[in-house]
């Protein structure tokens, strides 16, 4: 964290020893001021939330934009010196209204609670082959590659219709798309790559529709390069952030194994705490359209405004005791899937598998421990979606 004055820049450090915290500033800047002046990397003069009801507040008003060619970054990025590109047609994360609306509408449908429950079947299905590969193979695994990757990768592949037995490529474009570290023809080739794949897939869906979500748009006045953009977003977004998320949750629970038995008597709750707790998708950014007055502040049109969703989901003044794990908590109000009309699209399938997948993890490995010391688990640095490398884990054999 650097002061300019009131005005910072975004602070990106981690504390030591503490893999599941935020940069250790975000929270003296909340304290502080939860909405306030921050210089981009380009020089941009924007702003930082940090407070929970001040990173609610601009997800839900719809005089904040999502449209990246308005945006400015707020870590540094190659090839990056001055407002985004914009998003290609499909990209419906990186819309307003209407357009937003438009593709939202025919998404909704599959998504649903009622049909993400349906799913859940499925998922214990998916879950238990896993583990009883695990079990073959152990006493000790990588529970990343094992457990945490596949079965989210495969409910989404099912969903979509794309081909699992590609999984690893999908895994290896993704991890590259959230990377803030990767160069710009980096980036350029998995893109390159990954949407060259899914043009091809959504060519077949079109010739010979089967069924699944992405033949179903085939139907609709979608362009191919619309559906192939909704593909990429959908496919990637369900691949990473899950996966991820089932990893980092393995973890924080090996590190409190006092909170096992919370998860095994309500997954629901437990799920809620660990997404809140843990903020994978720990930033959002947002661009005001016009002026518009904010916790005393007055941010103008044209101005970037950078939303800590990990810094609101500490936030003392909603969650007490905010720093401690607790799958005893309630916490309703969590922003990890965001707020308004950009919430996360796939938020009940990965609740769904979260609910599934780590209660089962723990019931079939009792003994279940981490096979290094936590400050030796790979975690990933400098991307959007937080998550570990590998997560090597050990058990007793019966």
């Not at 748009?217 to 496919?235: C, G």
């Not at 691949?239 to 629970?253: E, H, K, R, S, V």
Request: aromatic letters at 6%; glycine letters at 6%; one cysteine or more.
């Amino acid at each position: 964290m650097t002061r300019f004055d009131d005005t910072v820049t975004m602070p990106t450090t981690r504390p030591a020893g503490c893999p599941f915290d935020p940069p250790t500033d975000l929270a003296a800047l909340r304290d502080e001021q939860p909405l306030r002046p921050m210089l981009y990397p380009d020089g941009h003069r924007g702003w930082l939330a940090t407070g929970h009801a001040a990173v609610r507040a601009v997800l839900a008003d719809r005089r904040f934009s999502s449209r990246t060619e308005l945006m400015h970054s707020p870590v540094p990025r190659e090839g990056m010196d001055g407002p985004l590109p914009s998003s290609p047609p499909g990209m419906f994360i990186n819309t307003d209204a209407p357009e937003h609306t438009r593709y939202r509408g025919l998404l909704t449908g599959a998504f649903t609670v009622r049909r993400m429950r349906l799913l859940a079947e499925r998922v214990d299905e998916v879950t238990r082959e896993h583990l009883d590969a695990m079990q073959r193979q152990g006493p000790s695994a990588d529970l990343v590659t094992a457990f945490a990757q596949p079965i989210p990768a495969l409910m989404i592949c099912e969903l979509l219709g794309a081909p699992y037995s590609d999984r690893d490529f999908f895994l290896e474009h993704t991890a590259v798309f959230n990377d803030f570290e990767a160069t710009a023809e980096q980036q350029a080739a998995s893109v390159t790559a990954f949407g060259g794949f899914l043009h091809d897939l959504v060519l077949a869906k079109r010739a010979a529709p089967t069924d699944d979500l992405l033949s179903d748009l085939t139907r609709t006045d979608l362009t191919v390069e619309e559906l192939t953009n909704v593909a990429f977003l959908l496919l990637g977004a369900g691949l990473d952030t899950t996966a991820n998320m089932i990893a980092l949750g393995a973890f924080a629970l090996l590190t409190t194994p006092d909170q096992v038995a919370l998860l095994h008597a309500d997954p629901e709750r437990s799920v809620e705490e660990l997404l809140r707790y843990l903020s994978i998708a720990h930033t959002m950014v947002r661009v005001a359209l016009e002026d518009v007055e904010l916790d005393g502040r007055l941010i103008r049109a044209g101005d970037t405004v950078t939303l800590s969703v990990e810094a609101g989901n500490r936030d003392p003044a909603k969650f007490p005791e905010p720093d401690r794990l607790d799958l005893g908590r309630r916490a309703t109000g969590h922003l990890s899937f965001g707020h308004g009309i950009h919430q996360c699209l796939g938020q009940q399938l990965a609740r769904v598998e979260l609910r599934v997948a780590l209660p089962a993890l723990f019931t079939r490995f009792p003994s279940l421990r981490l096979a290094v010391a936590p400050q030796d688990v790979p975690l990933r640095s400098g991307v959007d979606i937080l998550g570990a490398h590998r997560l090597p884990v050990t058990w007793d054999a019966p």
